[in-house]
């Protein structure tokens, strides 16, 4: 596992990880340096073949709807339902290679 302070040195760890096998990015979106939907296409864009889940405390529509067209793979709400999480997480790592 490994974690970052801010998007842009989650990005950086990301592009560093070109030849490691990643099997998911969790993110929130609301992060310093960027939030999390502008890295979002960034991280999809350099590792399009890991899935991504994002979190947010503004579960609002427009950011649902942001969020899942720029790639997330799934958007969960805070407070965090963990058994949830856990659900997205085995079923995104299942179909990793």
Sequence with gaps: MEFAQSAPSALQRIADAAD???ILILSDV???GMS???LLPKARSIRPDVPVIMITAY???E???RALESGADALLT???DFVALREEIDMRVGRAP
């Design 63 to 65: 950011t649902k709807r």
């Design 59 to 61: 579960g609002d529509v």
């Design 20 to 22: 490691v096998t990643l």
């Design 30 to 32: 609301n992060m310093p």
């Design 36 to 38: 999390g939907l502008e």
């Design 78 to 80: 805070k407070p965090i």
